[in-house]
């Protein structure tokens, strides 16, 4: 029903993607919406049952169609310091699952249950420090593959670095630094490089 009551001339769609889904824009006409339309009341259901959506009207004059693009990344937060943890995870919202944990018994715990494609690991936590965790994940075969960003108040980049952590973010964290980061990681080959030094 889009295309048949578009204008005439050739059709613009707007294709983006993001972390876990793909999102198209096409022009609407007005008054056209899942209500007035079986068409797009059974496309929508289509895309709600796969974890998708449809909206019209935002923005004004646009189809959108949200389409999941197979699983979206995981990634474990591990911070004592809930605030903290929250607030890189209000970051990271959209296209990410996310989890965290506030000691490192709670990360290996979730580690064991699903393995996340990335790990934001803080320095000082109770009872086992962040640099014993990131030597254990990295001397393991079963985890050495996942991506680890050091993310803490100390300064010590080199030596993250050598332990095999990718990265190295100091707190407070921000955001234009800790996004491009995440996807760089999470985007990059699977090849078994050696991590370039990619600190913040």
């Given at each position: 029903?889009?295309?048949?009551?578009?204008?005439?001339?050739?059709?613009?769609?707007?294709?983006e993607t993001r972390p876990g889904k793909i999102i198209w824009q096409i022009p609407a006409p007005a008054g056209l919406s899942p209500l007035t339309s079986t068409t797009l009341s059974v496309c929508q259901g289509i895309l709600e049952v796969y974890g998708g959506s449809l909206e019209v009207g935002a923005p004004a004059g646009f189809l959108t169609a949200d389409l999941p693009a197979g699983r979206a990344p995981s990634i474990l937060v591990v911070d004592d310091n809930e605030d903290a943890a929250a607030l890189v995870q209000r970051y990271l919202q959209g296209g990410y699952q996310l989890r965290a944990a506030h000691s490192g018994a709670e990360a290996e715990?979730?580690?064991a249950e699903s393995q996340p494609d990335l790990i934001l690991?803080?320095?000082i936590l109770p009872h086992q420090d962040g640099w014993n965790i990131l030597q254990r994940l990295k001397t393991l075969p079963e985890t050495a593959h996942i991506p680890v960003i050091i993310c803490s108040v100390?300064?010590?980049p080199d030596l993250a670095l050598l332990m095999g952590a990718e990265g190295v973010l100091q707190k407070p964290v921000d955001p234009e630094i800790l996004l491009p980061l995440v996807e760089r990681l999470l985007h990059r080959s699977g090849s078994?490089?050696?991590?370039g030094r990619l600190t913040g």
């Open positions: 029903e889009v295309f048949t009551h578009a204008p005439p001339g050739p059709l613009k769609i707007l294709v715990a979730l580690i690991l803080d320095v100390l300064t010590h078994a490089a050696a991590p």
